[in-house]
């Protein structure tokens, strides 16, 4: 038996690692529902047996959708692999998952209407939640994907997608894919950059599989940001990109001011009153044939500066430095677009100017 037995200390050591990793980044089990129920499981597309979706348990009128179904003229597109689900009235899906007690962690899903059209999904972690509106649609083939954040008050937790509406029609419901999860690392500013998460690299989990980025929801309807650092401080989301799919200044990630004066982003710094400083970032395209003249307005407290961007649609971007001096001990820096823009390959897509890699220093002997 020598060597069997562990010290205290080592095993304590052995259940934090295998606690902490009780959960990886990436799509939650049988996320994009591939894994379907038994024939015997299914009446048509409706699931029957709160069981029927394997590693999911459901409640109400949920249906099981394989792409290029039809729905009356409607063709139902699934924008990863073969199937996804369903919410009629009031019906939901939910999932255990294992996390870490007091991590912060985001939920990235992918979402589309069918023939409702004010729909919302409610979205919770007990005992958080949120309610996340899909009237506005930011990509062309009627899928976004949004992210929402919460912190984990317990070690287990139920995560629950639940369509809230009353349609006369219950296969009017949402569809829903690629449910995913991510850990959230808050930032610290630093000595060469005074500003949390300047370059946005920090954020939540891009599903590899789609092309049109993660909707960062107003803080309204998510009080724990996906996006550590910074607030959406809008009535509408801004969109998260990846340096894979899209154009990106700096570094593999940026924020994307998809809705005009209705997409802000905002962080609010430590200051010194009376110390000059300089705001510098960057603002371009991301390369998704959104054209036209741009500007983005920059907002440190009370001086602001705006700056035009004359976009092909074809990616590029141009610096821009913004000087103050503090009058207060805390600053709001804040971005949002003059103007509303639209995709010119579709002209139904809404879409915005790109800003990144955004760095606050002080000057010396001020």
């Not at 009031?90 to 294992?98: D, F, G, M």
């Not at 060469?192 to 599989?209: A, I, S, T």
């Not at 593999?252 to 001011?257: P, Y």
């Not at 407290?301 to 074809?314: C, F, N």
Request: glycine content about 8%; aromatic content about 10%; charged content about 20%.
């Amino acid at each position: 038996m020598r060597g069997a037995m562990l010290p205290l200390s080592a095993l304590v050591l052995l259940a934090t690692c295998h606690f902490a990793f009780s959960i990886k980044d990436g799509l939650v089990e049988n996320g994009n529902f591939e894994v379907g129920p038994k024939p015997s499981e299914l009446k048509g597309t409706e699931m029957i047996g709160r069981y029927a979706l394997p590693k999911w348990e459901i409640s109400g009128f949920v249906e099981y959708i394989k792409a290029g179904q039809k729905q009356g003229d409607m063709l139902l597109v699934v924008p990863e692999g073969a199937y996804a689900v369903r919410l009629g009235n009031e019906a939901s899906i939910k999932q255990v998952l294992n996390v870490t007690k007091g991590m912060y962690y985001s939920i990235t899903f992918s979402a589309a209407r069918t023939c409702a059209q004010e729909e919302e999904l409610n979205i919770s972690i007990s005992p958080e939640w949120g309610v996340l509106p899909m009237q506005t649609m930011y990509s062309s083939n009627g899928w976004d994907s949004y992210a929402w954040a919460f912190k984990a008050l317990l070690d287990i937790v139920d995560l629950v997608v639940h369509n809230p509406g009353v349609e006369e029609d219950p296969a009017c419901g949402p569809l829903i894919d690629s449910v995913a999860i991510k850990a959230l690392y808050p930032p610290r500013p630093t000595n060469k950059n005074l500003m949390k998460n300047g370059g946005f690299e920090e954020g939540p989990y891009l599903l590899p599989n789609t092309s049109w980025g993660v909707l960062i929801p107003p803080n309204i309807e998510d009080k724990h940001s996906p996006l550590p650092g910074w607030m959406v401080e809008s009535l509408k989301a801004v969109k998260y990109i990846d340096v894979e799919h899209f154009s990106v200044p700096q570094g593999r990630r940026a924020i994307e001011l998809v809705a005009g004066k209705e997409s802000a982003i905002a962080q609010v710094v430590r200051t010194i009153i009376g110390k000059t400083y300089t705001l510098t970032f960057a603002v371009g395209d991301a390369s998704n044939s959104c054209e036209g003249s741009m500007i983005v307005e920059a907002f440190a407290g009370k001086d602001t500066l705006k700056v035009p961007y004359e976009s092909k649609g074809k990616g590029g971007f141009k610096r821009a430095v913004l000087k103050f001096v503090a009058a207060s001990s805390r600053t709001r820096i804040m971005f949002y677009s003059t103007f509303y823009t639209m995709r010119s390959d579709d002209f139904s897509s809404l879409c915005g100017p790109v800003v990144d890699d955004v760095k606050l220093l002080s000057l010396r002997g001020t």
